[in-house]
């Protein structure tokens, strides 16, 4: 919170720009995965400066937009069919770059804030996800699977929409919770924050959160990527010593 | 009490997964299996992927099968002459099992394939453990007069050159026979996570015709090396063996198996084959389900 007050502070000699700025701030630049990660909470909030003298109904018609995206995967997605009477898996299409993780929250239904246009050049909505294929199909067939990406990552709660789940306090100060579930791979995360009014989006900003694995959880995923032979052997010689030892301590008893 | 796996990257109730690890240790104890057959499907039910499900199975079977081997090997019930055929036959299956792998997961086709070959093996092994165990169940009534069986080996196996005598197994055979049966479930432990015991110990009696003595010391014998020998493959291709998901079944199932042992002891062996055989055709069946039935998801998706 300190951060926004001195934000706030410096106010005065931001305020010479005739549109509003926003400045934007999470709660946890980075997020460290160890053994009892269970998922975590990102509180997103920050300040909306106004130029001064501030419009007469500065408050009202404002509204916050926050999205949370995971770094971008190639993905193939395939598509299962019945065939003899069991279900196997037949058409597949390639996407160049799919977030793996996307949430977005809003003051209000972001339907209600932006038109179409608008809600596909932000990215704002699960829906207007710009989910490039790699592979040509007619349209169509990729919005078929864009549907099925999409649904799929829904279900597995990795892309959401939170509607009305920013609160706007006195017209200046913004809140948001968004929840990141343990499936979420590492790496680069973003933060976005947009400010609406009458369907446009006045400003814009981003802020990193970098989410990696810590301590014994980063040391095992490496060695299994890094020395893979070592691993291995480790992983076997821990299954036969716990085997023979538990053989053995039984035989006491 | 949640845990993160770290390469399955997602967390899971910890004790679960060793309670997990307890029920198939029990069984494995009391039947002589492995118990990856259970162990895999269990852990995909679970929501662990499928891939690192087999490559953790493999391990845990490893573990399973170890305090076994030594009992066996106390007994004089492993023939190693026997056996190291086997693992080289079975060494040999996992580096083949191996590019199989790679080849269905590029293609898409590993889910149906792991489904089918399941469906496939559990369905008839556990068909004809069903017919069996019931046969014998009616013979220790008194039902039926047990017909004497004469131990040989299948005349395919007679037919093939080269003999080698294996003393301990009491078999004058050639050696390609136990080599192909190795491969065999040494590709079956790559692709399904299972130790194949339940492969093997039935085609070392009826195929081969090996003595009784020394049959499960050595089919145990052939599993601790090629399900180790799989979890190197799979640490090295594959790179999904979860280190942190192994120990906690092996936590469980070690337990479980020394006590499912002691219990076995006291049990009825064809009462023990028919429970087999009925716990058996469940899983098949329910993989079969699985297999037919609309999924939950038509879609899915694969890094690439």
């Known amino acids: ?253 | 009490m949640d845990l993160y796996l770290p390469i399955a990257n997602l967390s899971v109730n910890a004790l679960v997964i060793v309670a997990l690890g307890f029920g198939v240790g029990l069984l494995s104890g009391m039947f002589g299996v492995g118990g990856g057959f259970l162990t895999t499907p269990l852990l995909i039910f679970y929501g662990i992927p499928p891939t690192v499900a087999a490559a953790s199975a493999a391990s845990q079977v490893t573990g399973a099968s170890v305090s076994g081997v030594f009992a066996h090997f106390r007994r004089g019930g492993v023939d190693m002459h026997m056996g190291a055929v086997l693992v080289v036959g079975g060494v040999l299956g996992s580096i083949a099992g191996a590019g199989l792998f790679t080849i269905l997961q590029e293609t898409g086709q590993i889910d149906t394939v792991i489904g089918i070959l399941y469906v496939l093996m559990l369905g008839s092994i556990g068909g004809l453990m069903l017919h069996e165990s019931v046969g014998a169940v009616r013979v220790a009534r008194g039902a039926r007069v047990a017909k004497p069986r004469k131990r040989r080996h299948h005349p395919l196996v007679a037919m093939l050159p080269l003999r080698w005598r294996f003393y301990r197994s009491g078999l004058y055979i050639s050696p390609l026979a136990p080599l192909l049966l190795g491969f065999f479930t040494g590709v079956l432990t790559v692709l399904l996570g299972v130790g194949g015991g339940f492969i093997l110990v039935p085609a070392m009696l009826y195929l081969l015709g090996m003595g009784t003595q020394v049959v499960v010391g050595t089919s145990l014998f052939q599993i601790l090396f090629v399900t180790a020998a799989a979890t190197l493959v799979h640490a090295t291709t594959t790179k999904a063996v979860d280190i942190v998901l192994a120990a906690l079944l092996l936590l469980g199932s070690v337990t479980g198996a020394q006590l499912g042992a002691r219990f076995a002891q006291k049990v009825r062996p064809e009462y023990l084959r028919l429970a087999l055989a009925v716990m058996v055709l469940l899983v098949a069946s329910r993989m079969f389900l699985g297999l037919v039935w609309r999924p939950d998801e038509i879609y899915s998706v694969e890094l690439s």
């Open chain 1, 1 to 253: 919170m300190k951060r926004v007050w001195l934000a706030l502070a410096a106010a005065p000699l931001l305020m010479g720009q005739a549109q509003p700025v926003l400045v934007p701030d999470v709660s946890e630049r980075s997020i460290e995965i160890a053994y009892s990660f269970t998922g975590a909470e990102l509180l997103l909030f920050g300040a909306i400066l106004y130029p001064d003298p501030p419009p007469a109904r500065s408050g009202e018609g404002t509204d916050i937009v926050v999205v949370v995206k995971g770094p971008t995967q190639s993905v193939l997605v395939r598509e299962k069919e019945k065939l003899a009477g069991i279900w196997v898996n037949s058409d597949s299409m390639r996407y160049r770059s799919a977030p793996s993780f996307y949430a977005v929250a809003s003051s209000r239904p972001i339907q209600q804030l932006v038109d179409e246009r608008t809600r596909a050049i932000y990215e704002l909505g699960v829906s207007s996800l710009q989910l490039s294929p790699a592979s040509s199909a007619s349209p169509d067939v990729q919005a078929r699977f864009d549907a099925g990406l999409v649904d799929l990552r829904t279900r597995g709660g990795l892309y959401y929409e939170a509607p009305r789940a920013v609160e706007i306090t006195g017209g200046v100060l913004y809140r948001a919770r968004l929840q990141i579930p343990a499936r979420v791979p590492v790496g680069k995360f973003t933060a976005e924050t947009f400010l609406i009014r009458d369907g446009r989006v006045l400003a814009a900003a981003v802020r990193p959160i970098d989410i990696r694995k810590s301590g014994f959880e980063r040391f095992v995923a490496r060695s299994a990527e890094r020395h893979a032979l070592i691993y291995g052997v480790t992983a076997v010689l821990l299954s036969v010593l716990l085997g023979w030892g538990a053989g053995a301590l039984w035989r006491r008893f």
